[in-house]
């Protein structure tokens, strides 16, 4: 078995508690840094004044009064301008307005001419379609009542004519003068002849 061992020059003791001791220090109170001094930088040439009395340069209240009075013209124009222009578009505004429901308005009332006058198209479109089918049955009623009064007014003369041919043709006839003329004529002449003949036959006979 593998057991582990101490190998160095020094042994050192081997134990499960670490060796602890207890030690403290002091340090001294903390200062705060001083302030960085300014730079200044080095003077080079010479020092000089000068001494300027009141009144040598310009008086402020006088110099300062005219650009005062540009910088306020120039704000109550521009103010005055702004609102002349906000009054305008106001202006423009319920000029559009009142000019979108005028033309709203117009265009209501022209669409109610179109429909008005569509109906009254229509309705023309209609009598003018029921005035040419009235035409038109009247026109076939006058054909008709034209053709029946030429009908009536050629066979009139035309039935007397038909009916004089046809009689003379012997289509009409009287059938009790048909059936004497046709039938019992004719047999009332063969059956006496018949008769004359037979009994002329029968004398000859009993005259040989």
Avoid: C
Avoid at 104 to 116: G, K, P, R, S
């Amino acid at each position: 078995r593998h057991i582990d061992i101490q190998t160095d020059t020094y042994l050192e003791e081997l134990t499960d508690v670490v060796p602890e001791v207890e030690m403290a220090t002091q340090t001294d109170l903390f200062m705060d840094r001083p302030p960085t001094p300014l730079f200044v930088p080095q003077k080079t040439g010479i020092d000089a004044v000068t001494q300027i009395e009141p009144g040598d340069l310009f008086d402020f209240d006088f110099e300062v009064e005219p650009i005062l009075e540009v910088l306020i013209g120039k704000t109550l124009e521009q103010g005055l301008m702004e609102v002349m222009e906000e009054e305008e578009l106001a202006a423009m505004r319920a000029h559009q307005e009142h000019f979108e429901q005028i033309r709203n308005a117009e265009l209501v009332a022209t669409q109610h001419m179109e429909a008005a006058e569509r109906r009254k198209l229509e309705e023309k479109e209609r009598r003018l379609a029921q005035e040419r089918e009235r035409a038109e049955r009247e026109r076939i009623v006058r054909e008709k009542v034209a053709a029946s009064t030429f009908a009536r007014g050629y066979l009139s003369g035309m039935m007397g004519t038909v009916f004089d041919r046809l009689r003379s043709t012997g289509f009409f006839f009287d059938p009790v003068q048909r059936e004497v003329s046709d039938l019992f004529m004719p047999w009332l002449v063969v059956r006496p002849s018949a008769h004359v003949r037979t009994k002329h036959v029968s004398f000859e006979g009993i005259a040989e």
